[in-house]
């Protein structure tokens, strides 16, 4: 499966979200994002490297923008340093968009939505998918920090909680957690929204003592076992019927000469 045009469209059409679609299309090939997180302040740096455990290459980085399409670092955006492929040394609001890692061989990586806001607020929260159960904090990043750091937290537009400190822990994330994610600080104003995403914990191989739950008693008679006994108890029955029909004939038939002799 590849990352087609119409996909990164679909991925684009929230710019403001930040990691929504991390979808794993190959176990050998990933994407690092390096400070590790989904948005970025105006002039910031960020480093991406890619990891194919199928090949000591590690594969090129390549992105979506909304103004470019599958644009290949450092060919056309973005330079190359020591010790990473790829690195942007002063971000800028266009370079907000989808950036993945590709192998020699065309395998794809997860997808990472990276945004750049110009204002003084961002939200700082994973880049790829929790695990369920897994303990998450959120934080409320400031350009400048402002005298008070106070800031309110929002889940789907609606406010979850608000904290002194600038940021939110989720102890243990279930998959009712996932949703938009923003901050706001009375100060500076607010974060763009970010997307977090649950992974829900699969049970691949049960434990041998869990019992099953019992299943329902088995009805006394099915109806394919009903007919059956009819049939097979039809010729019998109306054979009987047909006894005492004439049983009762004969013994109306003594009775009427018994009634006879006697007037006689």
């Not at 939200?123 to 309110?152: D, F, I, K």
């Not at 600080?185 to 649950?198: K, R």
């Not at 010729?235 to 007037?263: F, H, M, Q, W």
Request: with cysteine; net charge negative; hydrophobic share 35%.
């Amino acid at each position: 499966m590849e990352f087609t045009p119409l996909c990164f469209m679909l991925l684009l059409m929230i710019p403001s979200e930040c990691a929504k679609t991390a979808v794993s299309l190959s176990p050998t090939v990933s994407l690092s994002v390096s400070p590790s997180r989904s948005q970025f302040f105006k002039y910031e740096s960020v480093s991406l490297s890619c990891e194919d455990q199928g090949s000591s290459a590690g594969g090129r980085v390549r992105r979506n923008t909304t103004k470019r399409w599958l644009e290949e670092c450092p060919a056309d955006w973005g330079v190359a340093t020591a010790g990473s492929p790829c690195s942007i040394q002063d971000t800028f609001p266009h370079d907000s968009g989808v950036y993945w890692c590709e192998s020699g061989s065309g395998e794809h990586s997860h997808a990472v939505n990276i945004t750049v806001h110009g204002g003084a607020v961002i939200l700082e929260s994973p880049v790829l998918p929790v695990n369920q159960g897994q303990a998450v904090t959120l934080r409320c990043r400031y350009q400048t920090p402002p005298s008070n750091l106070t800031a309110a937290f929002y889940k789907d537009g609606s406010l979850v909680r608000t904290e002194a400190a600038g940021e939110m822990t989720i102890p243990a994330v279930s998959t009712s957690d996932a949703g938009l994610y923003r901050c706001s600080n009375s100060e500076l104003g607010g974060s763009p929204d970010c997307w977090l995403a649950v992974r829900a914990r699969l049970l691949l191989h049960p434990s041998s003592t869990t019992t099953s739950p019992a299943s329902p008693p088995a009805p006394l008679l099915s109806l394919p076992r009903l007919l059956c006994g009819i049939l097979v108890s039809l010729p019998y029955l109306v054979v009987t019927i047909l006894l005492l029909e004439r049983c009762c004939r004969s013994k109306g038939v003594c009775s009427e000469a018994k009634c006879d002799k006697e007037e006689l």
